[in-house]
């Protein structure tokens, strides 16, 4: 089948380029002592997981636990949940996960970690838990120095858990567009966070994982010493909001769109709108078509504006677009169609979608 | 079950309330000469399109071909896609659901329109077209006069298809805030469609259909003589940006999450952000809940602000949200919690979720 004969609007991933970023980023990590455990939050597609295990990822990290079965009954079978867990059965499933799968977890709260703890051991089995200290994003986490040396002590002293390690998540930082500006203010985050480390260290406390760096930020924490994991997600397929200097991917999601009326000379509309393109960031832009942008986006409508309005843009024609974002983009969607070059090579479930429980 | 036993984040119906509504719409519109076709891409749910009909809708309205299989195949069998659909193989698909059920289509463009005649031929049916025309809106459409009555002639003169009538959407009015000056645009919209459809059939075109009106226009559309179909959707629902004046209906869709973090007395951080809200228009609101508000919405995390620090919201607390636009949060969702008062009664899947095909 080839892309043009498509129904739209269709999601689209070019898997020569997919591959390719994955390739780049495990070729940039071969001779570093930091592991790669890439975001799957993004795909939420267990083979996409499976394809950037195969490539060398340690595991891989998700935002929910529902995200985590998914990728554990997929065969994937060393998965951080980068988020926390507090409900008493969401604790349950967590804990039942790791009767057969490796499921490790960010914690913060010792209620919670000690609800956790009584769960494993009633369930005999070790849950793995990472810190979350917050360096600076102001979200969830305790705050590193004293109060998250005090929490990993507790830690380590319940049973049905291990302490695994830390995670802090510069995001604030990680899409500051100036790249010297943006590796100053990681490098700040970084600094709290293996000072932090250290100082449990000395005191006695094992720390595998001190994890950080997204995929504006991956190579700022690669190279910051103490630091021996990084969790880039979006890396795989760079969007317009990760086209940031240094950041070496290339585009390889995108969404075909038909034009469905063309009223004026300046309007065209396609039959995308905010169901079809996440507007978190911004809005979508065409790949190959120049002096055409979107200008608003309804509910199951895109409307363009022909800066020239001599462009002749047809109804029925298709229009590729580079989506803003794409972890909101792609659970908009339930397939991708995988194109290498003009053809439709396969379908792809997005297995994970939705599963924001 | 309870309410407060749900794992979070839950879409939450209102059942009472729901009911409530789409009586309400029933009483109004009793002793009118107008007909109700509510819009569905707003529920996406065959069960409330059923629930609509059998409180007297003529028959539903949805916004795509995808939506409308989910909707013929539940039963549903007077069903209008508001919107243009030009693939060929769109047009079969079509073309074939009429083979058992009665969908009709929004068409623009006479090259789309004379492909459909001929499929329609082929296949042995007759597809309903709704014209539809730009009152405004400056989206699809032809425009109103001349131009609409010149396709309209060739539309009755084409086999295969059926000249239902004319729909225009007053979008850009239906939403000012005052209620005498979203009357007057409304009107100005009105007057021009239902001009136009006076000379078509001044020209000897028979004009079943006049459609126009949303949930903040619907009265308005109502009570303008010449209409004689309304298509407001978010009626059953009300959400945040529908609260304006003339529009009586009450909320009835929640989202319920779950306190994951506190970490400072001044924020607390909820597991819900933009892949459970969406953000089409505003961030939701917190319903029973003072003094907290929705300072961010991260991927996966919603970050409160605690104006009065004494707020005792702890880590595992539940918290009920309304959103700001049903249609774009429902379609995060997979399926609906029934809820009447605490008790949850029922799980409805959400069919035609991402049918955005």
């Known amino acids: 089948m080839k892309k043009d004969d498509l129904e739209t609007p269709a999601l689209l991933l070019d898997i020569n380029v997919l591959q390719s970023n994955i390739r780049m980023m495990a070729d940039y990590l071969k001779d570093k002592p930091v592991k790669l455990r890439p975001h799957a939050k993004c795909h939420k597609t267990p083979i996409i997981a499976h394809m950037q295990v195969k490539a060398g990822a340690k595991g891989i990290a998700v935002a929910k636990l529902g995200e985590a079965e ?19 059965s969401k604790l349950e499933r967590l804990a039942a996960l790791n009767e057969y799968s490796t499921v490790s977890v960010a914690v913060d709260n010792l209620t919670v970690i000690e609800t956790l703890s009584k769960i494993a051991v009633k369930k005999n089995v070790n849950v793995k838990v990472i810190e979350e200290i917050d360096v600076g994003l102001n979200r969830c986490g305790v705050p590193p120095g004293k109060a998250a040396i005090d929490l990993a002590k507790k830690i380590v002293q319940l049973k049905g858990l291990i302490f695994e390690g830390v995670m802090g998540w510069e995001g604030h930082a990680a899409f500051m567009p100036d790249l010297n500006k943006r590796k100053e203010e990681c490098h700040r985050c970084y600094k709290k966070l293996v000072e932090t480390v250290n100082e ?86 065409p790949k190959d078509l120049e002096g055409v942008e979107v200008k608003e986006l309804h509910m199951e409508h895109g409307i363009l504006k022909l800066k020239d309005p001599n462009i002749d843009l047809r109804v029925g024609d298709k229009i590729e677009f580079i989506p ?34």
């Open 70 to 88: 998914v990728m554990a009954n997929a065969g994937i079978n060393d998965v951080y949940i980068a988020n926390q867990v507090v409900q008493q």
């Open 200 to 285: 449990m260290r000395r005191e006695g406390i094992e720390v595998n994982t001190v994890a950080a760096g997204g995929t504006t930020s991956f190579s700022i924490a690669a190279e910051y010493p103490g630091i021996n994991e990084i969790n880039p997600g979006s890396y795989i397929f760079m969007s317009l909001m990760h086209r940031l200097e240094g950041v070496p991917f290339k585009h390889s999601l995108t969404v075909l769109t038909t034009v469905v009326s063309r009223p004026t000379k300046d309007r065209a509309i396609i039959d995308g709108g905010v169901q079809t393109f996440s507007t978190f960031w911004s809005y979508p832009k």
């Open 324 to 357: 803003a974002y794409p972890d909101t983009t792609i659970n908009l969607h339930d397939k991708f169609y995988i194109v290498r070059g003009e053809n439709v090579e396969s379908v792809w479930k997005i297995g994970a979608r939705g599963r924001v429980d």
